[in-house]
């Protein structure tokens, strides 16, 4: 089995229950694994949620922590996936004083190419929204810094596999 | 007895009545079939002792004297009878000290239930009198846990506790019920939990799996077994000798495996591990097909996972899937219940005989037995050791007794020479190693099989860890037969430190009290043993007695436990000296 560090995305379907995150954190903290990024939200199923946890380990472990996380009892399913084997996305908000934005023609021409969105615009501050891969969020992010760039979030990864999973079905199998 | 189970009928009949959270408490624990628990009381769980007070003669609870004594209490009881062990506690400290015995249950997959008393809803989360968050607290060593802040959450709750503890491989679960939910009435109906969608307690039998294991099995020339609890906790003791005996595998156990297979089987083949049997630890390197059932490879078992069996195919009985390649890669798992696999296999393995390989077990076993067994139980120097007084216990109880050990060198010991006729009679805490285990531990395993012998096994040092459960034999009478195998030291520590440490005895030296004044104290019958000649005596006059007795026996200091594996070594590298 591979023992190379990679990222994998964790996908986890689960029950709705307060709590659970806890214990799946605690998952990842017992192996001494940071978690890179975290997102949970409702999945396709009505009242099954999902999350998708964003972590550096070799397969090996993945494999593990992926058994691991099912075991639980209100864990349903749980897939570790590499970044080839999913479609994936993050999503950043960038705030910028807004004298940059109509002093700097140089800013304008970023937001343009980099295909971002203005969300919003107020006599302060402008925020821009960008989806994307890492790597390009990180880019927005380096060309913005020297204009006065206020506030930068960006969101844990949300993402869908190449392959079908059909968690209705499996579901039903319990 | 009869009224008991027509209680428990009358509420599996759904019928609705408008009672308390408290008291739907009580009838959710007679539903499933509880009569004993352990616990202490306090002000969040209050309503609910309250209640206990007017079910007493349905439900007897235990008052320990200590929390972790009631988890341990609860564990030695669900291991000597394969239900599910009971322990209450209140908020704050009550629950905090309940966590030792849920991590311990966690590790050894014991069936429990604790209840925990929490305060009101509207006071959750603003640092209240003993408010604890030991749901955030317990998540990590329990199979589940839950918060309960509505009565009318209580019924289906504690059904799905009582499902998830037992099913499966089974463990802790902690419920934790806020007071206002004790105090509060609701319409009060039962039902038992029977599934739950996000859960599967017992993945199905894949007869490839069965076939692909046989086909290993049938032309192995030196096959061997290791099996674990999991023959227990499955039930399957009869399928496991059936199984062996057909194909004639020498079967060697874990510390936790103990006593699923009598002692005297002509296939049991001893005890694998650090202080393990000399011929299965060496033998595993050089197996050619080993059959692990219902064990997980712990690091105690394997030693260096590099050297690890590494020429044998391995086949792995399971009855959890995360325990699958989680440390040794399987060429073979079969999933399933070892009831159910262990049944099913049968057809498809032959009848077989391995004499040549056995011999190899034989010849090592008289190298472990000129090397190590015979200067323990036959010493010829003056200090008595521990070896011998299992030996002699052996001979009184001829392996009819349930062995409770505690952590050190005597639970090796215990666990090396003890004799088992029967199944679940070897309780210990094998995966935590929790100092303190066996004294309330052996008061659960009394109360779960009044008619058997109950003995446990304590050093010096974990003796006085939970020493005060002698008041819980006290007041309950409960007929325990207690050993002190005092070393005066922490003994297992010590012999580190005298192998690897260069003898710097680092706080491992104990200035002990008079232990038989103390259990005198308590007005429990006490004797202490300094001299070999007196042993035996001394302990048919323990047995013999119908209350619960106390015996010391002062033995040699610094004895040792060999063979041993050291820490990182591979299993084939065990010491004898
Ligand atoms: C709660 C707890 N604390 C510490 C240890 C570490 N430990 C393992 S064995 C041992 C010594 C036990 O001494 P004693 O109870 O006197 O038994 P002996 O080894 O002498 O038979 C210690 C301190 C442990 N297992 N559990």
Known sequence: MNTEMKLYTISIYTENNIGLLNRVSSIFLKRHLNIESLTTSQSEIEHVNRFVIVSEMTEFQAEKVAKQLEKQIEVIRAYYHTDEETIYQETALYKVASDSLFEQRQVQNIIKESHANIVTVSREFFVI?????????????????????????????????????????????? | MKAKTQTANQITEKQTEH???????IKCL?????????????????PIYDELYKYQDQLQHVLTRHEQGATHAAQGFARVTGKVGVAMATSGPGATNLVTGIADAQIDSTPMVCITGQVGKHLLGSDAFQETDIVGISTPVTKWNYQITEASEIPEIMAKAFYIARSGRPGPVLIDITKNAQFDTFDFEYEKCTSIRSYKAVPEVDENQLKEAAKLINVAKKPMIIFGQGVILGKAELEFKTFIEKTEIPSTCTILGLSALASKHPLNAGMVGMHGNYAPNILTNECDVLIAIGMRFDDRVTGNLATY???????????DPAEIGKNVKADVAVLGDVKETLAQILPFVNSNSHEHWMQEFKKLDAIEFDKVIKDELYPTKEGITMGEVIKEINAVTKGKAVIVSDVGQH?????????FKQTKSNITSGGLGTMGFALPAAIGAKMGAPEREVIAIIGDGGYQMTIQELGTIFQTKAAVKIVVLNNEFLGMVRQWQQLFFDKRYASTEMVNPDFVTIAKGYHIEANRVTKREDLSKAIETMIACKDSYFLEVCVEKENNVFPMIPTGASVSDMRLS
């Open chain 2, 30 to 46: 007679l539903a499933e079939g509880v009569d004993l628990l352990y616990g202490y009381p306090g002000g969040a769980i209050m």
């Open chain 2, 19 to 25: 009672i308390s959270g408290a008291e739907a408490v």
């Open chain 2, 411 to 419: 639970q090796m010991f215990a666990c090396r020479y003890a004799e």
């Open chain 1, 129 to 174: 929204e960008k989806t994307g891969r890492r790597h390009e969020t990180e880019q927005l992010y380096k060309d913005l810094k020297p204009y006065k760039l206020m506030q930068f979030v960006r969101s844990g990864r949300i993402s869908v596999t190449k392959e079908p999973m059909n968690i209705s079905e499996m579901l039903a199998a319990f």
């Open chain 2, 309 to 319: 069996a590494k020429q044998a195919k391995v086949i792995h009985f399971d009855i």
